[in-house]
């Protein structure tokens, strides 16, 4: 994953952190484990319990669509795409 040069972090559909490139540790620190909202926000409960804050994992699994979100601060820039997502893949 070091290859991409921007942020990656590939999150489960528990929210759980189970990858990650070193460009992504570089902005939100060394990861020590724990689900997204606390690593890359340091919230202790999911996004969509804060005023402001959009979860595009929660989308994608509520609707099947590919989400893809791009953030500037605290300001969202929202693509969809309207693919649907092949449930229980497995990389391996």
């Keep these: 994953m070091d290859l991409i040069l921007d942020p990656l972090v590939v999150i489960d559909s528990d929210y ?38 959009f979860c595009p994992i929660k989308e994608t699994l509520d609707d099947g669509d590919i989400d893809i979100s ?13 693919r649907r997502i092949i449930r229980n893949y497995h990389i391996g």
Excluded: H, M, Q
């Design 16 to 53: 759980n952190v189970v990858g990650l490139n070193s460009a992504a540790e570089e902005v939100f620190g060394d990861f020590k484990g724990g689900k997204c909202y606390e690593y890359i926000f340091g919230f202790k409960k999911p996004c969509w319990n804060y005023s402001g804050y």
């Design 70 to 82: 791009t953030f500037v601060g605290n300001v969202k820039i929202k693509d969809r795409y309207e």
